[in-house]
């Protein structure tokens, strides 16, 4: 408490008037309903009311509902924005593009496509983020156009990211972390997919989420950089296999921990729970990528994990591909993995 502060409270003490001290008064705040019952009913009206190069953050508190008229963008000169929904469940952020032949420069459906421009029609991705330093908490984030292609829920492209208890739903590449070297960190969330549904060369650290796959698919598809120490790594996740797949033959197939994109991929699976449908090999294809098996430079490492799919007897027989010993796996705490040069702690953002 500061000296005016406790002169406010003195005088009021003797003088019996009332008043409100914020608890954060340098946090913005801005209220984003359907119902209009907010600031705006549509959440890109929201950050578009952000100043351009904020030095404050602005917490765009989004009330119950599914959002699904709008292509989402956090540019770059927008930083330090947080989306806090109502609900995990029930605030819920929703599009249908997605990759394919013909269309609209290649993306579909193209009545859709015509609507958005610029960095926002990069990629199929319901949401991109490219401002630094953005948080999401109690939110979905989805795509719902199927097992027809690539159809992002989101893109991130900025570093300094924390999402926790947040839901992010697909089927092919549901999540891109697009650009190398930036850092996410996802707590307590769910990741659904079924085709290289977590993806990129970005570094990402995945603590206590679920990893949910329909059969069939991987559900990594890394290209971290030669030079990059971490890529993807799972602490104390929980890998599962769910049916019903928008592809009906998918539920009849294993999934796997992933296959090699390009580059050097890392992926580390420390304490996870991994379910009995889960392919022994692991990493059962190469995809193009010779050196895959005989290249030590992609740290492809398991340590503690349990379940019926955790045994690595049967696992790929591949240079880089190995458990880790107990020395080894201290290297992989939230610490290690995040810190980068500036010492970046995401339980502070």
Known sequence: MNI??????????????????????KDKKIVVALDGSGDYTKIQQAIDAVPANNQERTIIFIKNGLYNTEKIIVP??????????????????????????GGLNNKCPAEDVAKWTGQNIRTSASVTIQG????AEN????????AVGQALAIFIASDKNVFVNCS??????????????????????????????????????????????????????????????????FNN?????????????????????????????????????????????????????DYAATSTDLHLYEYKNKGEGASMSNRAKWAGLKELSSSEATAYSLENVVKGTDNWNPNKQ
Not at 4 to 21: A, R
Request: glycine residues 10%; positive net charge.
């Open 4 to 25: 005016i502060t406790k002169l406010m409270l003195l005088f009021c003490f003797v003088s019996s008037c009332t008043f409100t001290v914020s608890a954060n008064v």
């Open 76 to 101: 770059s000169d927008k930083k330090l924005i947080t989306f806090k929904g109502e609900s995990r469940e029930k605030t819920i952020i929703s599009y249908h593009i997605y990759d394919c032949t």
């Open 132 to 135: 630094d330093g953005f948080t």
């Open 139 to 146: 939110i979905t984030f989805q795509n719902t156009a199927g």
């Open 168 to 233: 992010f739903l697909g089927y092919q590449d549901t999540m891109l972390l697009g650009k190398d070297g930036t850092r996410s960190y996802f707590k307590s969330c769910l990741v659904l997919g079924r085709t290289d549904y977590i993806y990129g060369g970005g570094i990402g650290y995945f603590d206590t989420c679920e990893i949910r796959s329909y059969g069939g698919g991987w559900i990594t598809a890394p290209s971290t950089p030669k030079d990059q120490k971490y890529g993807f790594v």
């Open 237 to 289: 996740c929980k890998l599962t296999f769910v049916t019903k797949s928008p592809r009906a033959n998918d539920d009849k197939q294993p999934f796997s921990l992933g296959r090699p994109w390009h580059n050097y991929p890392k992926v580390a699976w420390i304490n996870c729970d991994m379910a009995k449908e889960l392919n022994p090999l692991g990493w059962p294809t190469t995809w193009r990528m």
